[in-house]
């Protein structure tokens, strides 16, 4: 250690004193970052007013196959490569190093686009709890700028201390959804209709926009890679609590957006969705269950939402740290806490940037005019939970699509004991359909960003998803370009601590 560093500081160096996560602690990283209640609150019944398609059970169940074939060929590229970067490394040690820098600023990008994003939800929904309950009139940024303190203050410590936080938090949430889908079931005005599940309400024109919606509720799907270097065994952890992690999304999801159709009614769910939007599971529960309970399902609102952004602000800390470490940005992103492993200097990168865009769109929402009907108090839900969150999920969709085909890079030369099914057809499957995911959201982008099918395009629903596509695109010819200007940094991309001086396997002409 330099005299440079503390007694808690280290560069880029862990040890099994850092490994401390088992599969249970990963599968609640990943399941947090989709935030449980946040996804059925606010983006199933958005889905429904939004498209006005039934079927959003069954895309759950869809999209559930796609990730879960989709993590065949992950899992059997996360027993070869341990990395905090995850989908960096796998694209660098796959389709080569340049197309590895370019994914990690589309990385980087798109999960600070997603952790940022939802301090415009929580930043509201804890304004609006307060004025509701108290009277009292706090600005939405406010809660904000605390809660990024708080999350900082987790962010620099040890991440185990992060998944028990989170762990419990999930857990309440499951509780609260559980008791709804129950009580749904029970009172079912319709009766219990399997219509919601049957592929002709889905299979109709708005099909895009439904995919496109439900895709944000598997993000995060990346973070066992990402602590696998901080995993008991991270050649069995990160598999397993993939595959963990994508059935219970999955199927939970389809359950309870399900138990929605049969409570409210299959005839009238899209209606009471388009008129109460989150408030739909509130009410319900207030009316079957008691104010109490609603009231309890209302704070975990809240903090389902705090438990996503610990989640994504993880993520982001450990890119910063891998990039730092690998050269490809400065080395100083590298720091840790010796004892913990926590990569303070990421974590602290994320809080910085993470208080200056909330400053920023703060000053900006003084002069902010509403759209026609809607209140002031919107404004952080439909710019920057809007704008971001969607940004951040085009981003996210579009790394699993090129993942999936470098896992066939990185197997092409050494099937290393694998059979095709693992190395070349489930990569192949779930590329194309992940490329189609991609293309559904952009061509659905304006919709997603207006919540109004017939909005005119503006020139959000084209900078955003620029924001997002085109420095990765420069960052490839970046990477190309650090192959002749610095070598050394060029041969470490992507390879974390590992030697690098043969060429790895799958990636010899990059």
């Known amino acids: 250690m330099t005299s440079t560093q503390s007694a808690d500081t280290a560069v880029g160096t862990r040890t099994a004193a850092h490994r401390r996560l088992g599969v249970p602690a990963v599968t609640f990283m990943i399941v947090a970052a989709s935030a449980p209640l946040t996804v059925l609150a606010g983006g199933v019944t958005t889905t429904f007013a939004v498209t006005g398609v039934l079927g959003v059970p069954l895309s759950f169940l869809i999209l559930g196959v796609t990730l879960t074939i989709f993590a065949v060929g992950y899992a059997a590229m996360s027993r070869f490569v341990t990395n905090a970067g995850a989908f960096y490394s796998y694209v660098a040690q796959g389709l ?137 065994d991270p050649k069995r952890t990160v598999a397993r609590a993939t595959y963990t992690a994508v059935a219970v999304i999955a199927i939970f999801y389809a359950l309870s957006s399900w138990a929605m159709t ?99 769109f703060a000053i900006a929402g003084t002069g902010w005019t509403p759209p026609e009907g809607a209140p002031a108090a919107l404004f952080p839900v439909l710019t920057l939970f809007s704008w971001l969150t969607n ?61 109004d099918p017939t909005a005119p395009p503006s020139a959000t629903t084209f900078i955003l998803p620029a924001i997002v596509i085109v420095p990765g695109i420069i960052g490839v010819f970046w990477g190309m370009a650090l192959k002749h200007r610095n070598p050394k940094v060029y041969a470490q991309i992507g390879h974390g601590t590992e030697e690098t001086g043969a060429p790895e396997l799958g990636a010899e002409d990059d």
């Open 96 to 232: 080569g190093r340049p197309g590895g820098v370019g994914v990690s600023i589309v990385a980087l990008i798109s999960y600070n686009a997603m952790q940022i994003g939802v301090y415009g939800m929580f930043g509201f929904q804890v304004s609006s709890l307060l004025s509701s309950k108290f009277g009292w009139d706090v600005p939405w940024w406010i809660p904000v700028l605390v809660c990024i303190a708080l999350i900082a203050v987790l962010g620099v410590n040890r991440v185990d201390l992060s998944a028990k936080v989170l762990g419990v938090l999930v857990a309440l949430e499951f509780v609260v959804v559980i008791v709804y889908d129950i009580v749904s079931f029970i009172v079912a005005p319709e009766g219990v209709s399997p219509e919601a599940l049957s592929p002709s309400s889905l299979f109709v024109p708005g099909i895009g926009a439904v995919f496109a919606f439900g895709i944000a509720a598997f993000m995060g799907f990346e973070s066992a890679a990402i602590y696998g270097e901080e995993s008991k």
């Open 262 to 360: 049969v409570g409210t009614g299959p005839s009238a769910v899209i209606k009471a969705s388009t008129e109460q939007g989150p408030d739909l599971i509130f009410n319900f529960l207030s009316s079957h269950v008691g104010v109490i309970v609603s009231d309890i399902a209302q704070l975990l609102f809240i903090t389902s939402l705090f438990a996503s952004l610990v989640s994504f602000h993880n993520a982001v800390a450990r890119y910063f740290f891998s990039l730092g470490r690998e050269g490809v940005l400065p080395n100083w992103l590298a720091r840790i806490r010796a004892h913990s492993g926590a990569p303070w200097a990421g974590s602290l990168t994320q809080t910085v940037l993470a208080a200056v865009v909330i400053v920023a």
């Open 391 to 451: 940004s951040g999920a085009l981003g996210l969709v579009l790394l699993m699509a090129i993942v999936s085909f470098s896992v066939i890079g990185f197997f092409r030369r050494d099937g290393r004991g694998l059979g095709p099914w693992q190395r070349i057809i489930a990569p192949v499957v779930s590329g194309v359909a992940l490329t189609v995911v991609f293309v559904l959201i952009l061509v659905y982008f304006n919709t997603l960003l207006t919540s």
